[in-house]
């Protein structure tokens, strides 16, 4: 009942944030393709060079952007596509794909903006994200609303990735119980070293996880590379036709389709929420505009990564399956298909990327509550996230999936109007 009230609800509000990012994408003509070699020079920069140094309360400008990927590029990016396609069809894939590469313009303006409003507090610590652009030049009540809204939000995707990761681990006979609990006492761990130890640990943990599930991904795919030209026509025949799989009335399908692949889009992305540009407002870096070009390196990731997903996905035909529901079977039961290993680096890697994205999404959640609680209380909110982690690990997967919906709504409502004043108002930070 709430997947059917969320496919109605909410498909105005996606629509207008997708054709927000179209809008950003002309404004900052075509930043995502225009500076594609600038972002790869930055990024290699970044991890090579040793001029940069950190302070105290900041982190060199990859370790940013790794903390930032450890939460859009996480578990959602293996299971993202594989929702979209069982609730959208095959036509949503291609759209979700779309989706992304538009969020690409989003992320680096938001990004830029959050850099440039970046201060440090009174105990020498950097307040950044979207909280400082929206209190300096819209309203301190916007910017209070905002970290209420995704302090909430950012503990309900906490709940997605334990979810996931125990549906996997359950097919080890491992109960939800011991992976809600295991889940919990890391986090709480990790989250009192704060951002440096939590830098340090995603800057590991994202190349390991990213090159293990990609190349699981590349072995199925190759093994049904005689597949890959008729599904990807039927990818395309999915998308422009509008038809559904079952038959069903094409106005109904549209906005089924469009719906899941917009929220899922948006939601591995992270993509106008804003939230990922809070580790970024933690780096070293000087220019606000070359940090969110290096930014859109966690964009093309997601692309990268999703598409390999989605691809997997309908070469094996696992998708038409209704008894693997809608989660991370449905990806696990394909690459048994081929080799057992392959299974077993799914649960590594859905482990590594469900981890590393309960930190990033604890951490920025916990930058919200300190704007609110000016800067006190995070203990709790740490032992909240904890809770919810726990719990979310025995919940219903499509009921977790579908809460979370409804809170990106407000927070990346709330987040683009400073992003879209900040466009008008301050055109110039947005020229490279």
């Known amino acids: 009942m709430l ?3 969320s496919e109605k609800v909410l498909f105005l509000p996606l629509i207008i944030l997708f054709f927000t990012s179209v809008f950003l994408t002309f404004k900052t003509k075509f930043i995502q393709v225009r500076m594609f070699p600038r972002m790869m020079y930055l990024f290699f920069k970044s991890i090579f060079s040793s001029k ?3 302070g105290e309360h900041s982190i060199q400008s990859h370790k940013a952007l790794f903390t930032a990927m450890s939460t859009t590029l996480g578990i959602g990016n293996i299971i993202g596509p594989v929702i979209a396609i069982k609730l959208g069809g095959p036509g949503a894939f291609l759209w979700f794909l779309v989706v992304i590469i538009f969020g690409a313009a989003t992320t680096f303006t938001e990004v830029t903006y959050a850099v440039a409003y970046r201060h440090k507090r009174k105990d020498g610590t950097i307040a950044g994200g979207p909280m400082e652009y929206l209190s300096q030049e819209i309203s301190p009540k916007l910017a209070t ?3 209420y809204f995704g302090a909430v939000l950012l503990v309900a ?3 997605n990735q334990s979810n996931t990761l125990s549906d996997i681990l359950q097919t080890y006979s491992i109960s939800k119980y011991v992976t809600g609990g295991v889940l919990a006492a890391l986090v709480i761990f990790c989250l009192l070293g704060g951002i440096k ?6 800057s590991k943990m994202v190349p390991l996880m990213f090159v293990l599930y990609c190349g699981a991904s590349f072995w199925v795919i190759l093994c049904n590379i005689s597949k890959l030209p008729a599904v990807i026509q039927f990818i395309f025949s999915s998308a422009l036709n509008m038809q559904a799989v079952s038959g069903a009335v094409v106005g109904v399908t549209v906005q089924k389709t469009l719906r899941w692949a917009i929220a899922k889009g948006i939601q591995v992305t992270e993509s106008g929420i804003g939230t990922a540009t809070i580790p970024h407002s933690k780096s070293a870096t000087k220019n606000p505009t070359e940090q969110g070009v290096l930014a859109m390196v966690s964009i093309y990731s997601v692309l990268f990564v999703c598409t390999l997903s989605g691809l ?12 693997l529901g809608i989660g991370i079977n449905v990806l696990a039961k394909a690459f048994s298909m081929y080799f057992p290993q392959t299974a077993v ?21 916990g930058q919200c509550f300190l704007f609110v609680t000016n800067n006190k209380y995070i203990n709790g909110y740490n032992i909240a996230v904890a809770i919810v982690v726990f719990f979310g690990a025995v919940m219903d997967a499509e009921l977790v999936w579908s809460i979370t919906d409804f809170f990106i709504i407000p927070v990346a409502f709330i987040n683009l109007i400073g992003v879209l004043y900040l466009a008008f108002k301050r055109p110039e930070l ?3």
């Not at 130890?197 to 995603?202: D, E, Q």
């Not at 680096?345 to 959640?365: K, M, R, V």
């Open 197 to 202: 130890r939590i830098a340090n640990l995603s």
């Open 345 to 365: 680096i799914l649960a590594l890697t859905a482990f590594l990327f469900a981890f590393g994205t309960i930190l990033g999404n604890a951490y920025n959640g």
């Open 430 to 432: 947005l020229k490279i």
């Open 3 to 5: 997947k059917e009230l």
């Open 145 to 147: 609303w905002y970290s």
């Open 52 to 54: 940069q140094k950190a």
């Open 157 to 159: 995707w906490c709940s």
């Open 312 to 323: 997997v996905t309908l070469l094996t035909g696992t998708w038409q399956d209704p008894s």
